[in-house]
């Protein structure tokens, strides 16, 4: 039988994330016999081997690998698909559009003006998230589309429409020596001893490992530049909230960045379709 339930695969993904089935048990709020028993009958409807278990581990075979993801995929469907039936009772001529505070504002201004402007246009509300989330807001439904980064942010599996592609520059403390020349290499900005490169979260939440410090919002990194504790290397568009205490100069060798618009593919919405064209009509993707 090839029919899954959500309720199993709620299970098996406590499961496969914990690696242990009494902390599963006690995430899900269940005992550990009926869960057990559960995640064996699913394998043997499917007729594989989904775990690999001893006395002392737990660990994920290949097909559970496979397993894991799909069934993470699965679940955040059904969540979005919750969130927005509940949104489109509740706010039908309101859209969701989700991007990291303090990026691209120009272009979000000029974005929301231009919609704005359109004939029968819906209202759109402004989601402000930490580095990384948009991907995920948009897949569990929290957002509709999202203002998104290549090549740092998670375009997997989503449609996109380019706006603007843009230089990346080094933020330093106003103060330091370099912050009066008037460009700047990477490896200039990576080999500053006093100011250690600043980190960013990964699509899994974690960092690199290095001497920076590990950033969360903007306003911590805004802060420590001005402190001189550390560098930043941002799109040239984020001079647009620099501080007196700041400097950006621009740098040579580093990759462009394109902003890019973002929604799930299978989303029929008008207002999204609407806000589509209308970022193609007036944006036009740029090196």
């Not at 016999?33 to 699913?42: D, V």
């Not at 231009?114 to 807001?137: D, F, I, S, T």
């Not at 410090?213 to 990194?221: A, K, M, T």
């Amino acid at each position: 039988m090839d029919t899954l339930e959500t309720r199993e695969l709620r299970y098996f993904v406590a499961v496969a994330e914990e690696l242990h089935f009494s902390r599963a048990a006690e995430r899900l709020g269940i005992a550990q016999p009926p869960l057990s028993r559960a995640i064996a009958q699913l394998e043997r409807r499917l007729g594989v081997t989904l775990l690999d278990r001893d006395r002392r581990s737990v660990t994920l075979t290949d097909a559970g690998q496979v397993l894991l993801d799909e069934a993470r995929a699965i679940l955040d469907a059904t969540t979005a698909a919750a969130r927005r039936t509940r949104r489109a009772a509740s706010t039908p001529n309101r859209l969701a559009l989700v991007t990291k505070a303090g990026a691209n504002h120009e272009l979000l201004r000029k974005l929301l003006d231009a919609h704005a402007a359109e004939p029968g246009a819906v209202e759109v509300e402004v989601l402000l998230c930490r580095m990384g989330e948009q991907a995920r807001m948009l897949r569990d439904g929290r957002a509709d589309v999202a203002l998104m980064q290549r090549p740092f942010d998670d375009l997997t599996g989503l449609d996109t429409e380019d706006l603007l592609t843009e230089q990346q520059v080094a933020i330093l403390p106003a103060e330091h020596p370099l912050a009066a020349r008037t460009s700047l290499t990477v490896a200039d900005v990576s080999d500053i001893p006093e100011l250690p490169v600043a980190r960013w979260p990964r699509q899994d939440g974690t960092y690199e490992p290095g001497p920076g410090p590990e950033i969360h919002d903007q306003s911590q990194l805004a802060q420590l530049i001005a402190l001189g504790h550390t560098v930043a290397v941002l799109c040239a568009s984020s001079r647009s909230w620099l501080w007196n205490a700041h400097a950006a100069v621009s740098l040579t060798d580093a990759p462009h960045v394109t902003t890019v618009l973002a929604w799930l593919p299978h989303n029929r919405s008008r207002a999204v379709a609407g806000l589509v064209r209308t970022a193609t009509r007036h944006f036009v993707s740029a090196s």
